[in-house]
């Protein structure tokens, strides 16, 4: 059946595939953007958001339950840990580690994989020879025993995890970032700059950069969940961050032993992890979906 003429538009928004398909795709886009920029909320607003400073110890306070538990206070809304400090609080500023470290740590791979992706996929030959050597090496370790061997080697800290999370994801970047160069160096517009003159530093910084721009950055969202992650699992390990900063990963690993007694202090921080990696990864595939020239 035909639709009216003044129902034409309306008619075609709700039942064209394109329309359907990016309506489907904006809603998981649209939930990863609140829950990243509540995140970021968090991380930013922390003096402000937090009741009581992280690392404020109240003994009489211990092991107190959520405020909605009958044992509960409202001072304490996710309840406090084993010698007092509040949960909230706590996890509240457990959000700037967090996002510092997946950010630094994707923007620093970033910066070194795309080099070397750009590198191999252009000057090719031995260039790309020792390049691609150098991913299938990074691959084939197992990463998390070797940060951990790093870590414990040279310490702990915020510059060492993010120095060695970016060693993890920089791969990432260079194995697209090459193979875009490859096709890219073949293209008119790159033939054209060469036979004007233009060098390789200059070609490389304004004609294949900003075409494989889009594709670095839907990597990086979702290298900077994978150092979320990472970062989370060396801190309950005990090898991440300085022990006396507040983060996700160190509250799982004491919250732990307190799984019976105290289920808030390992469930809370349990959830402020999946979703900060849920966001950034729904954030992620809709930029995917967005910035892939096959899907317009």
Known sequence: MKPKPGHTKVFWFFFSKKNKTEASSFVPGALGAVLFALVALCAIAAPVIAPYKPTTIELRQRLMPPAWEAAGSSRHLLGTDNVGRDLFSRIVWGARISL????????????IGSALGLCAGYFGGAVDTVISWLIEVQLAFPFTLFAIFLLAAFGGGFLPVVCVLALATWVNYARVVRGQALSLRSQDFILA??????????LLRRYLLPSVLPSIVVVGSFS?????????????????????IPSWGAMLNLGRNYVQSAWWMAIFPGIA???TVLGVNLLGDWLGARLDPRAR
């Open 273 to 275: 992890i999946a979703m």
């Open 224 to 244: 900077a969940a994978q150092a979320i992650l990472t970062e989370a699992a060396l801190s309950f390990l005990g090898v991440g961050v300085d022990p006396t």
């Open 100 to 111: 510092s470290v997946g950010l630094a740590a994707a923007f620093l791979g970033a910066v």
């Open 193 to 202: 700059a060469q036979s004007v003159g233009v060098g390789p530093a200059r």
